[in-house]
């Protein structure tokens, strides 16, 4: 609100009679003030905050995740909705923000499609993804080591860049190809580290199982996020906070109600009071395990969508890269995880390759400032009145 009273303000006092002219001084106050350090600042404060929500996010989540199979869960259906279905606490912070006009939409956006349109070529087709996506995850947890699903996890930046390739037009530098090779040799290097390290009580078959699904669902959150930028940039049409929530809510909903159908169709329903009773850690702390996964899951959701319509998907999943060192440790205190040698290198290709990415993102970002400053300066000589000799105000 206070830049639109800014620009009116800059507009009356340089309003002319030549409609014209007026026009072009709109258009050009217009660009200084999207282009201002104050602006910019917003900006990196947002993608700053989206970055905190992600990495703790995605760290809490995980642990809590593998937490849950540790001390006697069993239900893969139930910690796939432990995942997604924890979005109505994002609610009553949706409602305060569109009730308060805190984040006005932006100016430059179109009109968004009528919701039951957006539910049919948006919501539907996301939330299936998060759904199918959070489901190979849940398997990969129960069966594997939480340190090697976070790893292999990594390989979900390359899978991501395919897809954006052909989706979103993503470009590919030498910075990028570099990224993209390190977290694939990472995710690689986990095979020959093989069914040794396997949890206890799980079977080769079983650990192969979880390894097979953890890269599925690399595969289905790498087309996930490609296909959330272009939602939002093709068929929504408006890339602010409010989109960021309503993309995470209804993407929930449909998710949920598909992880709940499965729930019930496979049976594993009528086993959970049992399972609640027999939990290693008892009733209240299995409740709690749940919630707070869920909890986190929704952190992590806000900053993912975030940093997709202030960034790229691209960039969004390059920050979970970064946080996946953040789990294997924690893990080793946790779950007493070994980190072995192998690990150790493909932890420090992961980080290797994520900071190549970055790098990428920092140089574009500078090349787009100088272009836009050299624009805007154009823009503005263009729209500056020629100058009126002195001779020609002679009476």
């Known amino acids: 609100m206070a830049e639109v ?16 002219s007026s026009v072009e001084q709109e258009s050009r106050i217009g660009r200084r003030t999207r282009n201002s350090p104050t602006r910019e600042y917003k900006w990196w404060l947002r993608t700053i905050l989206y970055t905190i929500f992600l990495i703790s996010g995605q760290a809490l989540a995980t642990i809590l995740g593998r937490l849950y199979f540790e001390k006697g869960g069993g239900s893969k259906w139930l910690a796939t909705l432990a995942q997604i279905g924890g979005f109505p606490v994002l609610i009553p912070l949706y409602c305060f923000i569109l009730c308060g006009n805190l984040v006005p939409d932006d100016e ?70 570099n990224s993209l090779v390190l977290l694939t040799i990472s995710s690689a290097l986990l095979v020959v580290n093989n069914s040794t390290e ?11 199982a979880g390894f097979v699904c953890t890269v599925g669902g690399a595969v289905l959150y790498g087309l996930l996020l490609a296909s959330q930028q272009l939602a939002i940039r093709k068929v929504l049409k408006k890339q602010t906070v409010k989109v960021v929530f309503d993309v995470i809510i209804y993407q929930s909903l449909v998710a949920s109600i ?38 986190g899951w929704q952190v992590f959701a806000i900053g993912t969508v975030g940093l997709i319509f202030e960034v790229s998907s691209l960039y ?30 493909s932890m420090v290709l992961a980080i290797w390759g994520f900071v190549s990415y970055v790098y990428q993102h920092y140089v574009d970002h ?23 000799h002195p001779a020609d105000n002679r009476a």
């Open 5 to 20: 009273q800014l620009q009116l303000v800059e507009i009356t006092e340089l309003e002319t009679n030549d409609k014209e």
């Open 316 to 345: 969004s999943i390059s920050v979970g890269t970064v946080g996946l060192p953040i789990v294997p440790v924690l893990a080793v205190f946790v779950f007493h995880d070994k980190m072995d040698g192998i690990k150790g290198m």
């Open 258 to 295: 598909a992880i709940v159908v499965g729930l019930f169709a496979s049976g594993e329903s009528k086993g959970l009071t049992k399972e609640m009773e027999e939990y290693s850690l008892g009733k209240v702390s299995y409740v709690m395990t749940l919630i707070w996964t869920a909890i």
């Open 366 to 388: 500078k090349k787009s400032k100088i272009e836009n400053r050299i624009a805007s300066e154009m823009a503005d000589e263009d729209c500056l009145p020629a100058e009126v």
């Open 108 to 177: 430059t956006g179109s009109d968004s499609p009528p919701l039951r349109v957006a539910f049919v070529k948006v919501y539907v087709p996301l939330g299936l993804l998060v759904a199918g996506s959070s489901f190979l995850f849940s398997v990969g947890l129960q069966y594997l080591p939480v340190s090697t699903v976070t790893l292999i996890s990594a390989s979900q930046l390359a899978f991501n860049a395919v897809f954006s390739y052909f989706l979103n037009s993503q470009k590919f530098t030498a910075a990028i190809i």
């Open 198 to 208: 396997k949890p206890a009580g799980v079977s080769k078959a079983q650990y192969a």
